[in-house]
């Protein structure tokens, strides 16, 4: 038997994204083994070391939950099995950190269905029976939680195809699969001890959020960085080129589009068009009008990074 974390059928959203951050659920699960390419191990460790409960959302995340049903339904015609909705959130019997909330439960088998839809852009990833590693994830953290034989992986594919994928329990990459998230959750969550920085914008914001005030004349000594700081100083060079370089081709298609507001090709469409915006002349504002500039004036704290290299 399942054993169930809290029955989800009439509660809020809000009350369920507090529950999500007790335990991690099957959609964190490829992030912290570091398998998903739009989420990483920090945005787990600050969903879950945080009160915020925002929601981050999008229009393909919000048509894939639209057409979750569809999905479903097209499985069952497809396979002639049923399915049911759950609503519930599961947890592991002997790992509370393990949670689950599953699309749905296949009738008459130990198993379970995950409904997906994707671009047809990113058909190819989803071609000779291939999954993404981060759904692979997902669909055995499922398994592990719940004790399931087995678990059913369906795609719509929009406007291309429907299909449907059946991964069998595999006991050695379960196995795995908790080791990860236990240290994840026991040895880095629960410690309060940030993953290993990915440069990622999110792990950007939690650094300087986190260490936001710097102590007046402290200072300590520099080591084991040194190889890491010179190939920093390799990027930058290699970013000044690249920069230049990109800016000399839309230099010369400027050149060539002349006053054309518009122009295109079988592969590229460019657009150079008039644009005109109101800004605040904030010099002018400040010595016309000192009082009312000092009005708005809003103060804000950050911390300044420099790298500088000392030459000898």
Not at 34 to 42: F, K, V
Request: glycine share 4%; proline share 3%.
């Amino acid at each position: 038997m399942c054993k169930i974390y809290a029955k989800t059928k009439d509660i809020s959203k809000e009350e369920w994204l507090k529950l999500r951050k007790n335990g991690i659920g099957g959609s964190d699960a490829g992030a912290v083994c570091g398998l998903n390419p739009y989420r990483s191990a920090m945005d787990v460790f600050i969903d879950k070391t945080t009160d915020d409960i925002s929601d981050y959302d999008n229009e393909a995340m919000k048509q894939g939950r639209d057409l979750e049903d569809y999905v479903a339904q097209r499985f069952c015609e497809a396979t002639g099995l049923k399915v049911r909705k759950s609503n519930a959130m599961y947890v592991h019997k002997e790992h509370p950190f393990m949670l689950a909330d599953v699309d749905r439960l296949i009738i008459g088998e130990n198993a379970g269905l995950e409904c997906k839809t994707a671009s047809p852009y990113s058909a190819d990833k989803w071609k000779d029976g291939q999954i993404p590693a981060y759904y692979l994830a997902q669909c055995y953290h499922y398994m592990a939680v719940l004790d399931m034989d087995a678990w059913y992986i369906a795609v719509l594919i929009y406007g291309k195809k429907f299909k449907y994928i059946r991964l069998e329990r595999d006991e050695e990459i379960i196995s795995n699969l908790i080791m990860i998230e236990d240290e994840f959750w026991n040895e880095q969550v629960l410690k309060g001890k940030m993953p290993h920085p990915d440069g990622s914008d999110s792990t950007d914001e939690f650094i300087n959020t986190y260490f936001c005030t710097s102590t007046a004349e402290k200072s300590i000594p520099l080591i084991g960085f040194d190889t890491k700081l010179k190939r920093r100083e390799e990027i930058n060079e290699l970013i000044d080129k690249l920069t230049t370089e990109k800016k000399q081709i839309e230099q010369e298609v400027k050149t060539y589009m002349q006053d054309a507001e518009t122009a295109e090709d079988s592969n590229f469409f460019i657009s150079w068009k008039s644009v005109i915006s109101n800004k605040i002349d904030t010099a002018r504002l400040k010595t016309e009008l000192p009082d009312i500039y000092k009005q708005f004036l809003k103060p804000s704290s950050s911390r300044r990074f420099t790298v500088k290299p000392i030459t000898v």
